[in-house]
Nanobody, 125 residues
Framework: QLQLVESGGGLVQPGGSLRLSCAAS????????IGWFRQAPGKEREGVSC????????NSLDSVKGRFTISRDNAKNTVSLQMNSLKPEDTAIYYC??????????????????WGQGTQVTVSS
């Protein structure tokens, strides 16, 4: 069974940091581009950052550039999202997703084949 599982979410104060992880089971992430998405209440799901299968291509939402860093460790079959200088507007459920076309990033949900169940990130004082 192909599965993605996110972890690392939680409650953090503004300016704090969290590190999200996305672990795959049942398949190898080497052959997939991976994206992180988020969905705040009442809003559409949006692409936050993505990374191609070897890490050569990385794209990020303008509002998180310089604060969020996506990385992958194919040997451990995981992809991480380091989030620093968190703001209240970063509050959302964060999802990781895998795309069968491994060479290119995409910020569109329709381009991804597998999704995790999400992890809640709440930034509040």
């Amino acid at each position: 069974q192909l599965q993605l599982v996110e972890s690392g979410g939680g409650l953090v104060q503004p300016g704090g940091s969290l590190r999200l992880s996305c672990a795959a089971s049942g398949f190898t992430l080497d052959y997939y581009a991976i994206g992180w998405f988020r969905q705040a209440p009442g809003k559409e799901r949006e692409g936050v950052s993505c990374i191609s299968h070897k890490g050569g291509i990385i794209n990020s939402l303008d509002s998180v550039k310089g604060r969020f860093t996506i990385s992958r460790d194919n040997a451990k079959n995981t992809v991480s999202l380091q989030m620093n200088s968190l703001k209240p507007e970063d509050t959302a459920i964060y999802y990781c997703a895998a795309r069968r076309s491994p060479y290119y990033c995409s910020g569109y949900t329709k381009d991804y084949n597998y999704w995790g169940q999400g992890t809640q990130v709440t930034v509040s004082s």
